[in-house]
């Protein structure tokens, strides 16, 4: 989720769009975005599969409600698509899973029964498939599709 709020409606492209292209991510939840942004700004983002969740006037309780049905309608998604689960070998969730926790590469390996260099393997095949480039992002990618019962 990024807050939009320095991004203005100028007619050059800010240093904070130039921060939204470069954001790699399977979901961006853009907030109080200013009225009346020029379609050279907002094609190539919507183009990215971003979504425009409300302008800069709406009303925190109107932004909660858009939030809930947001993180909603990405859950019911990444249920309905099982590819995204496909995706990864059994092992390969269980690992994702466990990186969610924060702990690092020999913890897993260890609560796994693996060895830490096993782990490192399946978490480069990870980020190869998901199309991550780091823990943080692949973390952030198993609260989106994997089953929440295993995180």
Not at 37 to 61: G, N, V, Y
Not at 62 to 88: G, T
Not at 141 to 148: D, E, I, P, R
Request: with cysteine; aromatic share 6%; charged share 25%.
């Amino acid at each position: 989720m990024v807050d939009c709020f320095g991004l203005s409606s100028k007619s050059t492209p800010s240093a904070e769009f130039n921060y939204l292209k470069s954001i790699d991510h399977s979901k961006v939840i853009l907030i109080n975005i200013p009225q009346g942004l020029p379609t050279h700004i907002t094609q190539p983002l919507e183009s990215r599969k971003f979504s425009f969740l409300c302008d800069s006037r709406a009303s925190q309780k109107d932004l909660i409600k858009k939030l809930e049905y947001s993180i909603q309608n990405a859950r019911s998604q990444s249920e309905k698509d099982p590819r995204s689960q496909l995706l990864l070998t059994k092992r390969e969730q269980e690992i994702l899973a466990q990186l969610t926790t924060g702990d690092p590469n020999s913890i897993i390996a260890s609560r796994l029964h693996l060895s830490e260099h096993t782990v490192k393997n399946h978490m480069y095949n990870i980020y190869r498939k998901i199309g991550v480039k780091n823990r943080l992002q692949a973390s952030n990618w198993a609260k989106l599709h994997l089953q929440v019962e295993r995180i």
